[in-house]
T-cell receptor, first 113, second 116 residues
Framework: DGGITQSPKYLFRKEGQNVTLSCEQN?????MYWYRQDPGQGLRLIYY???????QKGDIAEGYSVSREKKESFPLTVTSAQKNPTAFYLC????????????FGPGTRLLVL | AQKVTQAQTEISVVEKEDVTLDCVYE???????LFWYKQPPSGELVFLIR??????QNEISGRYSWNFQKSTSSFNFTITASQVVDSAVYFC?????????????FGSGTQLTVLP
């Protein structure tokens, strides 16, 4: 089945630790995105990538890093510099004929111990 | 700067009632896209509809309908004969063209609860 997968579903971070969230898509989409969702709020863009080996900061990039070495993969690292990382993280992709539409993965919930 | 406002934070209706979710947007772009997404309790955002700024025709898909009015910068979503399975958070979003990637600006969402 074509789609977007995110792992893990739940992730726990200790103080001072970097953690990496996985996002994989087999939709052959060029663009990929990471969003953060806090309780009762909409989604805010962290980073996006239009093409392999290229990515741009979104509205809240501080404390996060990404890489785009393969078209299918866009991992997000939450660094120790991110002081309030507890949130729901959603990955999305877009491309093809309906490239303006973003399709989302199931999300990863990050909790701080 | 783009902005999307969903003034209704929470709505509760009884099954089979009709319900309208409001969305008002701001943009300086002449070309843009509007979207509605559904977020059930599982968390994944499900795409419902896309509308471009040049197409003001209303759209109906089963029990769902959308009313796009450029004059009032609104893109409202109506569910007819609501069902318990419609309970979810609904997000309205606006896209900003940026090369081949489209940055989405989301509203804060409306929590819809349909009671049996």
């Amino acid at each position: 089945d074509g789609g977007i997968t995110q792992s893990p579903k739940y992730l726990f971070r200790k103080e001072g630790q970097n953690v990496t969230l996985s996002c994989e898509q087999n939709l052959n989409h060029d663009a990929m995105y990471w969003y953060r969702q806090d309780p009762g709020q909409g989604l805010r863009l962290i980073y996006y990538s239009q093409i392999v080996n290229d990515f741009q900061k979104g509205d809240i990039a501080e404390g996060y890093s990404v890489s785009r070495e393969k078209k299918e993969s866009f991992p997000l690292t939450v660094t120790s510099a991110q002081k309030n990382p507890t949130a729901f993280y959603l990955c999305a992709s877009s491309g093809g004929q309906a490239r303006e539409t973003q399709y989302f993965g199931p999300g990863t919930r990050l909790l701080v111990l | 700067a783009q902005k999307v406002t969903q003034a209704q934070t929470e709505i509760s209706v009884v099954e089979k009632e009709d319900v309208t979710l409001d969305c008002v947007y701001e943009t300086r772009d002449t070309t843009y896209y509007l979207f509605w997404y559904k977020q059930p309790p599982s968390g994944e955002l499900v795409f419902l509809i896309r509308r471009n700024s040049f197409d003001e025709q209303n759209e109906i898909s089963g029990r769902y309908s959308w009313n796009f009015q450029k004059s009032t910068s609104s893109f409202n979503f109506t569910i007819t004969a609501s069902q318990v399975v419609d309970s979810a958070v609904y997000f309205c979003a606006l896209s900003e063209p940026s090369g081949s990637a489209r940055q989405l600006t989301f509203g804060s969402g409306t929590q819809l609860t349909v009671l049996p």
